[in-house]
């Protein structure tokens, strides 16, 4: 019997919340000009210092738009995903010091906020309508927040940009040369622009004047477009096309109900786009500065500077959620079982953590922060009530969220190229 839209309440500690499926009215329109074009350079090595780390590496259909791994390699490394290993005729500095986020639905209105801090958030209020630690001049002349996103791994020389001795991207941004000419956008974009096939594709497109802000919507919008998740079971028992199966179907009311997990992950998205505090562990070098060996990763705390904020993270989307293991900001959690168990009791959670489950490459291990007097904040700073789950009600959640998995989303809408015109290798 066909479903009332409004069947779907979430009964929320907070209030009760409506919403129906979602529609092509809660995305931007892309254009399939930039589309193609962003599709070319997102998997293009040819944005990165040394030309060997495209956004792909990181960020792949192979593992659902991310790396499988709890802490990856950017430039230094060599591979994919869990094969991914140091190289060592240029092995990197130190890697990458959060988990690799999965891109599915980005397109969609209300993501704007980005990264696992916020950092980076749409602001109608700042110069170019976006809030950013790196200051004004920097975020001028991108069509979107998640146009202006990619602008930092291009400058991270952990990500792309790789040591300031190896190339002149490098160089430049050792130097705090980002903007105007001789700047490490401008050499990129003159990279980009050198490219007979991207000029003329850049020109075809309206933009004959390749600047990184156009190489960056052009990124965005083929992100946007190709990483759209909303035909999952959950979406098609939103439209009243199909009934959930019933252990899908107890975990929904669960989640929707004496679980309260829908107080965080709220939405047609699962997300409330907000940030919480709920101990989650961290490994690694912690968000650190370059001249800092290690740094205690206060996630928000670090961005705005409050100290309600210490240890708070964006709540992330749920949609295809089965697939992007291991999951908290520093991939601390193989398993979607492990990290429900630490949603009932993240303080037990912390004291109580498995290291032995940590997806790590390159023979890295880094337990600094845990294992020092530091650690103590975290669990200190939790926010997250405990609730009593049964291993019954915690099988039900993971059959729900099962459920939220849209299968043509994760391999993408138009595949990995063949090649790409700078001619250098696609990661595969």
Same mark, same amino acid.
């Given at each position: 019997m066909k479903r009332l839209i409004t069947a779907l309440v979430l009964a929320t500690p907070l209030s009760a919340q409506e919403f !129906? @499926?979602?529609?092509?009215?809660?995305?931007?329109?892309?254009?399939?000009?930039?589309?193609?074009?962003?599709?070319?350079?997102?998997? %293009? @090595?040819?944005? +990165?210092?040394?030309?060997?780390?495209? #956004?792909?590496? #990181?960020?792949? @259909?192979?593992?659902?738009?991310? %790396?499988?791994v709890a802490l990856g390699l950017g430039d230094g490394g060599i591979g994919l995903g869990p094969d991914r290993r140091i190289d060592p005729d240029n092995p990197p500095e130190q890697r990458i010091p959060r988990n690799a986020p999965a891109l599915f639905n980005l397109g969609a209105r209300e993501f704007t906020v980005m990264f696992h801090d916020g950092r980076l958030e749409e602001d109608a209020e700042q110069p170019g309508g976006i809030r950013t630690p790196i200051g004004a001049d920097m975020v001028g002349g991108f069509a979107s927040v998640l146009s202006a996103q990619t602008m930092f791994p291009v400058l991270s020389p952990d990500e792309m940009a790789g040591h300031y001795s190896e190339n002149e991207i490098a160089q430049a941004v050792r130097m705090g040369r980002i903007t105007g000419? !001789? *700047?490490?956008?401008?050499?990129?974009?003159?990279?980009?622009?050198?490219? @007979?096939?991207?000029?003329?594709?850049?020109?075809?497109?309206?933009?004959?004047?390749?600047?990184?802000? =156009?190489? +960056? =919507?052009?990124?965005?919008?083929f992100m946007e477009a190709e990483w759209r998740a909303d035909d999952s079971p959950f979406d098609r028992w939103l439209r009243s096309e199909a009934e959930l199966p019933?252990?899908?179907?107890?975990?929904?009311?669960?989640?929707?109900?004496?679980? *309260? #997990?829908?107080? #965080?992950?709220? !939405?047609?998205?699962?997300?409330?786009?907000?940030?919480?505090?709920?101990?989650?562990?961290?490994?690694?070098?912690?968000?650190?500065?370059?001249?800092? &060996?290690? &740094?205690?990763?206060?996630?928000? !705390?670090?961005?705005?500077?409050? &100290?309600d904020d210490a240890y708070a993270f964006r709540t992330p989307s749920l949609r295809n959620v089965a697939a992007t293991a291991p999951y908290g900001h520093a991939g601390a959690y193989a398993t979607l079982e492990g990290v429900i168990r630490h949603h009932r009791d993240p303080v037990s959670g912390f004291e109580r953590y498995d290291r032995a489950q940590v997806r790590?490459?390159?023979?890295?291990?880094?337990?600094?922060?845990m294992d020092g007097p530091d650690a103590e904040a975290i669990p200190a700073a939790n926010r997250l009530t405990p609730v009593a789950l049964s291993d019954a009600q915690v099988a039900d959640l993971i059959a729900f969220l099962e459920a939220l998995t849209d299968e043509t989303s994760i391999a993408g809408r138009s595949g990995i190229p063949e090649t790409v015109p700078s001619g250098l290798p696609v990661p595969r």
């Open positions: !129906g @499926p979602v529609t092509d009215a809660d995305y931007r329109p892309t254009d399939p000009a930039l589309v193609a074009l962003g599709r070319d350079l997102f998997y %293009d @090595p040819i944005l +990165s210092g040394n030309r060997e780390v495209a #956004c792909a590496t #990181c960020h792949h @259909p192979k593992h659902a738009t991310a %790396d499988g000419e !001789g *700047g490490a956008w401008d050499l990129l974009s003159a990279r980009v622009a050198a490219v @007979p096939a991207y000029a003329d594709a850049f020109a075809a497109a309206g933009r004959p004047e390749i600047a990184f802000t =156009d190489i +960056s =919507d052009a990124i965005a919008q019933p252990q899908a179907d107890a975990g929904r009311e669960l989640f929707y109900g004496e679980a *309260g #997990c829908s107080t #965080c992950h709220a !939405g047609p998205f699962q997300t409330d786009h907000a940030f919480h505090a709920i101990a989650m562990p961290q490994l690694g070098p912690g968000k650190a500065a370059r001249f800092e &060996a290690h &740094a205690r990763d206060e996630g928000r !705390g670090r961005v705005t500077g409050r &100290a790590l490459i390159g023979g890295f291990e880094d337990w600094t922060l």
